[in-house]
């Protein structure tokens, strides 16, 4: 059993959804292709790549996700 979470991009501002067992290390990037979340450790080009793609949504930024008592925060990290 996996639950949709609800975040704000902290690069865009926008709302975005992710599976909780999408999340792994808690490192994200705020983009999905086709409703395919892209690979979250890609590349800074890489991101920048898919951006410029038709189908893609998001900012593709990099996004850290960071549990809290109440929930979970998305904050801003590197292209790590
Ligand atoms: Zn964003």
């Not at 790549?49 to 904050?75: F, Q, T, W």
């Amino acid at each position: 059993m996996s639950s949709l979470l609800t975040f704000v991009c902290p690069h865009c501002e926008h709302k975005f959804v992710m599976e909780e067992s999408e999340i792994a290390c808690g490192i994200v990037r705020h983009g999905a292709i086709n409703d395919n979340p892209i690979n979250p450790h890609a590349s800074k080009e890489e991101c920048e790549k898919y951006l410029k793609m038709p189908n893609v949504r998001g900012c593709c930024k990099p996004v850290k996700i960071v549990k809290k008592e109440d929930g979970y925060i998305a904050e801003v990290c590197d292209y790590i």
